[in-house]
């Protein structure tokens, strides 16, 4: 009867607790990276020095974009410094973009809407699977204590049969 609960709530756990983690967890992550993508911003930068040349990856190619210092202008009116990622030969006193925070500091590109989506989804089921694996493992737990009680019973119950039933094979 204790195994026939064990396996309804389960069951019920995992049908109702998975999508619920998953819609949760997704709903989270979701959000946050709308807020992240909100809060960043592009603006203008100037390169403080000429671009180096792209050293070819092992295959031969590049990306045609290599690190510089740029300048730019944070919100404050506070000129920042920092290294971006630039074509490669620009000249000193080319202008670029960069992406930076509220405060004027310079942070990553933020992810795209389908990359939002895609991470959102990721975690909704990353939710939804620990939720199943989770109770996949309390159920094993569960069905090993009542294996180990069962057995022990049986034990006890051939201790005292046992004697008086290999008595009558002789």
Known sequence: MIEAWVVLVTGLVMAVGGPAAGVAAGTAVDASLRQERADRHRVPAVLKEDAPVAQPAADGSTTGLVRAIVRWTG???????GTARVHEGSKAGTATEIWTDGRGSMVQRPPTPEQIATRAVLA???????VGAVSLAGRGVARWRLDRARTQE???AWAEVGPRWSRHIR
């Open 124 to 130: 909704g089921t990353s939710a939804a699977a620990g």
């Open 154 to 156: 049986w034990g006890r």
């Open 75 to 81: 919100p404050d009116g506070t000129v920042h410094t």
